[in-house]
Nanobody
């Protein structure tokens, strides 16, 4: 199983980024997928979840209305569109297969002027 996150970077407050996570080694469409993040000195937290078919989504209160999770099952990829970014969104972002404790290397997102 591989989870490879990409798309992070340095962005100014109010800016946008789109993260991608390419998965392999399992039947991607059979699993819900989620994005998590971990800021320095803090515990890893759930940011967003999407069901296997992409019908159901859930978001942490801190990102509702700003972030959108989506997936392309034909490409085994899950996305996180992040708009109106704030300094407190700075963290390493990870994707995860729902119910399985496997993590990729993550991608760093830094929001700073």
């Amino acid at each position: 199983v591989q989870l490879v996150e990409s798309g992070g970077g340095l962005v100014e407050p109010g800016g946008s980024l789109r993260l991608s996570c390419r998965a392999s080694g399992f039947t991607f469409s059979a699993y819900g997928m989620s994005w998590h993040r971990q800021a320095p000195g803090k515990e890893r937290e759930l940011v967003a979840y999407i069901s296997g078919a992409g019908v159901n989504t859930e978001y942490a209160d801190s990102v509702k209305g700003r972030f959108t999770i989506s997936r392309d099952n034909a490409k085994n990829t899950v996305f996180l569109q992040m708009n109106s970014l704030k300094p407190e969104d700075t963290a390493v972002y990870y994707c995860k297969r729902h119910g399985v404790a496997e993590w990729g290397r993550g991608t760093q997102v830094t929001v700073s002027s």
